[in-house]
């Protein structure tokens, strides 16, 4: 148990689709964070929350609407995908916004898109 | 812009080798450094870390030096072991900056 639990952990979903994915944290940190992994890839930043504010949007499309209803629970709306959307979504937070003290990841969503 | 290079991998070791992941740096201002590590089907779990030049992070038989003068983070342990199989990130944080900025990982493979 990470303290960042993400659900459901595994999701395949068609290209017309609405899903939702969840990421939830007791630890409590005020700032939450979605990653996107692909293979060979870097991880990349897609939103950050900071005391539920998003503070930054990293060029993500619109298929993917992020909402955070308070600093524990943090959601990734997807509708619409595309199959390069097929990814690990990692959830993590930290203890602020600064995260000088790391960040604590979730075990991720593994999407696939078809 | 801020960015992590890390060694190409994957890298394939024998029980009880000495590992040496390297990781350098470019940042406009003064990061803090991390070391991650993903397990098969897991998120990814802070290693280690430090904040400032010549500190060194140490965990789990790990270290790693934040050398400023080469932007080096380079991750090393003495003895590896079946268990350390992973993929290890090397990630710096801009003060102010509001986000981890990853390498690209380097798949490591332990060999009995």
């Known amino acids: 148990e990470t303290g960042v639990t993400q659900t459901p952990r595994h999701l395949v979903m068609g290209m017309t689709n609405k899903k939702s994915l969840k990421c939830e944290q007791h630890l409590g940190h005020n700032a939450m964070y979605w990653y996107k992994q692909s293979a060979k890839k870097p991880l990349e930043l897609m939103f950050v929350y900071n005391f539920k504010e998003q503070t930054e949007n990293n060029s993500v499309p619109s298929r993917f609407s992020p909402e955070c209803p308070n600093s524990s629970h943090l959601f990734l709306h997807l509708h619409t995908l595309q199959p390069e959307d097929s990814a690990l979504y990692l959830c993590?937070?930290?203890?602020?916004?600064?995260?000088?003290?790391?960040?604590?990841f979730g075990s991720g969503t593994r999407l696939t898109v078809v | 812009g801020d960015s992590v290079t890390q060694m190409e991998g994957p890298v394939t070791l024998s029980e009880e080798a000495f590992l040496t992941i390297n990781c350098t740096y470019t940042a406009t201002g003064y990061p803090s450094l991390f070391w991650y590590v993903q397990y098969p089907g897991e998120g990814l779990q802070l290693l280690l870390k430090a904040t400032k030049a010549d500190d060194k992070g140490s965990n789990k038989g790990f270290e790693a030096t934040y050398r400023k003068e080469t932007t080096s983070f380079h991750l090393e342990k003495g003895s590896v072991q079946v268990s350390d199989s992973a993929v290890y990130f090397c990630a710096l944080l801009i003060q102010g900056a509001q986000k981890l900025v990853f390498g690209q990982g380097t798949r490591l493979t332990i060999n009995p």
């Open positions: 993590a937070s930290s203890q602020d916004s600064q995260g000088v003290y790391g960040y604590t």
